[in-house]
């Protein structure tokens, strides 16, 4: 296949087609999935299989991609501004998870108190959860303190934390070793960096041969997923998962006008880019499985300065969770509405900043979360058997909080280029008006 007609990512074609293999898969596993004996069925089983191998492919990749990147994005650049990348983009990741709040606050009360409440259904719900509650609350669960996220950071095996997947920590080490290497000297420095960039480049194409089978693996995915969850949709539940869902796709759409407004980006070139990178959230729901599809949009979006979103996007694949506020500020008001539990309004940002702490501590997996803000939960007053309930549709909900993520990942990126490449424009037309006068 010469170089003029290999198949690319980030095609319309390619994003076309993705579609085509998800709707066709939710189509076929609905079907499967309401005959009896649906988990032995042989056609699943191999979908599931094709699905499975298509994710492994992808996580395979995605750590020594987003480990490779990192250091060439620390090495390239100067200390201080790679430290301002990434302060930037927390605070860019600190004011969308608050702005997720807001949303929230301001739409679920009112449709709260317009939604009556059968305590008899919520009564019989509570029964059908109560043996996996008693299960959950024997086991010891607290919520990680600060200090326990801090000396965490740091791996104390490399090749532990590498066969653990322990991403975030991995991440640590190449911004420490990226740094530390811009302090050797200039041969060496540039010996190490082409061999890393050799790697990076060598990933993509691995990449590129990976993603170009995405419309069949979405077909495989979303089949598997619809015939084993297609009828969680019911009563109290399936009225949580479209509110919840709803509220996530909505802010979705908000990130697009955002990202032009603060960003710099036309919504075409937007829009385009991170078409490819949803389309793989949606079918693994997984940010670190996005990751280098993320890569290949950050090159896509043709930015003005690409160093910024090479190093900003493996750590928010690990790290920011867009979703979090959105998600489960909506799951305890529906959670205290319907279970009637009585609440204060201190309670609603004492429950906001722990899930924003808690964002930091998890990574970018299908199912990652579950049962990890279980004590925030708790602490907000919230029935257990009301979280095990609601925790029953999480693979449904997962798929937009999956979106909602890379989606505010790439936005993340495109925010962070802009700003930092200000003050370096400022600098360049202030020395060009100094030597024009």
Known sequence: MNKATRPRWGTWQSTVWSLVGLGAGVAIGSVLGSHAGAHTNPLLTTLNGIGTLWVNALRMVALPLAVANTVCAMARERTGRAASHLGGAVAIYMALLLLGAAIVLLVVPPLMRATPVDHSAIAALSRTASAEARKLAAQPSEAPGLGDIVVGLVPRNLLQAAVNEDFLRLLIFAILFGLALRQISLEKRGTVIGFVEGVTETLMVLVRWIIWCAPLAMFALAATFAASSGTRLVGILGRFVLLECGLMLAYVLLLYPLTMVAGGLSFRRFASAVAGPQMVAVSTRSSLAALPAMLVAGEKMRLSDPEPA????????GLFKVNRTTSALCRV???????SVPAQPVQIYIFIATVILLSFSDLGLPGGTQFHTVPAYLAAGCPIEAVVLLDVIEPLSDICKTLLNVTGD????????????????????????????
Do not use: E, K, Y
Request: charge should be positive; aromatic fraction near 10%; avoid cysteine.
């Open 410 to 437: 790439l936005s993340v990126a495109a925010i962070v280029t802009r700003w930092s490449g200000r003050p370096v424009r400022a600098r360049v037309m202030a020395a060009a008006a100094t030597q024009a006068s």
């Open 333 to 339: 008001l529906v959670i205290w509405h319907f279970w």
């Open 310 to 317: 090479r190093a900003v996007l493996p750590i928010a694949a």
